[in-house]
């Protein structure tokens, strides 16, 4: 009698396979939605990234061009000392020579203090830096006339319309700095202080509170009829600039031969000029430099917002009438918990930088 085997699955054979089709299915949905969050995330580091390359770029293009900044905008580090002072003149080397610069908002408020920096502009074919002979802003009685007071003359005006290479031209924001370096008693190499003491040499180097040599900068915009710079101050912090020279030409024996004193600060070109020292020997010619003030500063929308949405924005001044004005901000990016400036020595005038940014995550579970 033949027999007949018969074929199929029992009922435990089928919850195995069942249970195992679920434990696929979880796996599978777990290995999509855990790569759909990584996917998310490394898009989210790549819009941070190109965004933190995109702000670094700008930052390193304003520090490069900064060279006018330093000895001239009065800011205090975290420490109340001096942060863009430059002492050439010494090598300072003790632990007070360094500067540190904290952009952070305070707890419980919306934005962090300010950082200011001076930037050379470029512009178009025109020269970077257009040297004058201080004579050349006198008229034929000896006396200042303009610094542009022959703005007719063809062949002598510096006004662009005459001289293409030439930044002078209406409305533009300019630096006026003398070629040589002065000792100015008011610039010290660690306070911000007036002091009328002028201690010229530091022996042993960074152990003391020396002069700085410096050059004389005048900030001011051109007026209409092109012939003249007329002095052009910051509106929210009057004080930003150092106006106040008591400047001394030190004698054979090191000491100031003599002193002259611009305590009541620079506020005009005449004043620059006419008081602008002479050293036999020296160079005594001035440039005129294109320039843009920005400053850079983190806010948030309230206090209690969260870090992710603190930005970092830079904002170019904007001059209004006599004054600069601070009115147009551009943010560069955002979740920027904190940023330093640091430099490492005063008398070198190398700025660097580190941003500490919002952590998104920790990590993926």
């Not at 257009?130 to 007719?152: C, H």
């Not at 929210?236 to 090191?254: A, D, M, Q, S």
Request: glycine letters at 6%; a positive charge; hydrophobic letters at 35%.
């Amino acid at each position: 009698m033949k027999t007949f085997k018969e074929s199929g699955i029992s009922l435990m054979e089928m919850l195995v396979a069942t249970a195992l089709m679920a434990f696929v299915g979880y796996a599978a949905f777990n290995y999509s939605d855990h790569m759909r969050r990584e996917s998310s995330f490394m898009t989210e580091d790549l819009q941070n990234m190109i965004s933190h390359f995109g702000a670094s770029k700008v930052m390193t293009k304003d520090i490069t061009g900064a060279d006018g900044t330093f000895n001239f905008i009065n800011l205090a580090d975290d420490n109340g000392l001096p942060f863009f002072i430059l002492a050439r003149n010494e090598l300072c080397k003790n632990n007070r020579c360094s500067r540190k610069f904290t952009l952070e908002i305070p707890a419980g408020q919306t934005k962090s203090r300010p950082f200011y920096l001076l930037v050379k502009k470029p512009i178009g074919p025109e020269s970077l830096k257009f040297t004058i002979e201080p004579t050349f802003v006198y008229g034929t009685n000896n006396r200042y006339a303009a610094m542009n007071w022959r703005v007719a003359n063809e062949n002598e005006s510096i006004s662009k319309a005459h001289r293409p290479e030439s930044p002078w031209e209406k409305n533009r924001l300019l630096l006026v700095e003398s070629e040589m370096d002065f000792y100015d008693c008011m610039t010290r190499a660690e306070t911000i202080n007036a002091d009328n003491s002028c201690p010229l040499t530091c022996n042993p180097a960074g152990s003391c509170n020396y002069v700085v040599k410096r050059p004389l900068h005048f900030l001011g915009v051109v007026n209409q009829d092109e012939r003249e710079l007329s002095f052009v101050n910051v509106q929210e912090t009057p004080n930003l600039l150092r106006t106040r020279y008591k400047l001394c030409r030190p004698g054979v024996n090191g000491n100031c031969r003599g002193l002259i004193d611009l305590s009541t600060g620079v506020h005009s070109a005449q004043t620059y000029y006419e008081k602008l020292p002479y050293i036999p020997g020296g160079d005594n010619r001035t440039s005129i430099t294109p320039v843009e003030l920005v400053r850079y500063h983190l806010e948030r929308k309230n206090p209690t917002s969260l870090d992710h949405t603190i930005q970092l924005k830079r904002t170019p001044a904007t001059i209004v009438g006599n004054r600069l004005e601070f009115q147009n901000p551009h943010i560069l990016m955002s979740g920027i918990k904190s940023l330093e400036f640091t430099r490492i020595s005063v008398s070198n005038p190398t700025i660097e930088y580190k941003m500490h940014k919002v952590k998104a995550r920790k990590s993926v579970k």
